[in-house]
């Protein structure tokens, strides 16, 4: 054990210099509850946080290539893109708008924005669910079936460049094997999958 005492002329020795802030990267890890009853934090080790930020980074910037090459080629945005395709994969290309801000993850106005606009193209109608007088459904109309169909080829492209190619076949199931591990915890009903039953 080091005593500390003073310095040569007899002052007191420079305090220590304050140890290196830890990573603000938030932790999946629960945190460990010391005497006392605080928390503390278990900040990301190394291989932890470099694969927090590298998830991040995809996230930040796959969603806008995909949108700006969607509008350019299609003159649609990824959000319409997948509106419209969450509908023709329906057997009746049908969904209550509820659920269908469910599978896109999208609020009920920015839904219901949306849906104004690509109505208004004649790519969707909406109406009251006859099964339901007090739900709304959405319908692919045969417009809004004939752009998905063109545009899709372009969108799978991009998909396959940006995402699979870049991988080997057993890098892709370990991708969606770890998906599939975080979406239990942050969809654990299930409720972004579009072959999910609305009822």
Known sequence: MVAVGTGADGSAPPPPAPPPAPSTAPSTAPATAPAGGRRRTRWLDEDERGT????????????????????????LRLFEYTILAMLSE???ATLRMSHLA?????????????????EARGYLVRGPD???????RAVLTAAG????E???????AAVRELVLEPLTR???RALREAN??????VDPDGSTDPMRSAT
């Open 52 to 75: 927090w930020l590298s998830l991040l980074r995809v996230m930040t910037k796959l969603p806008p290539i995909l949108d700006a090459r969607l509008e350019r080629e299609s003159g």
């Open 90 to 92: 329906q057997p009746d």
């Open 102 to 118: 469910s599978v896109t993850n999208a609020s009920p106005s920015r839904l219901s924005h949306a849906a104004r606009h690509l």
């Open 130 to 136: 006859p099964d339901d007088g007090r739900c709304i």
């Open 145 to 148: 079936r004939r752009v998905v």
């Open 150 to 156: 063109a545009s899709a080829p372009g969108h799978v």
């Open 170 to 172: 057993p890098q892709l």
């Open 180 to 185: 599939e591990r975080i979406l239990r915890l």
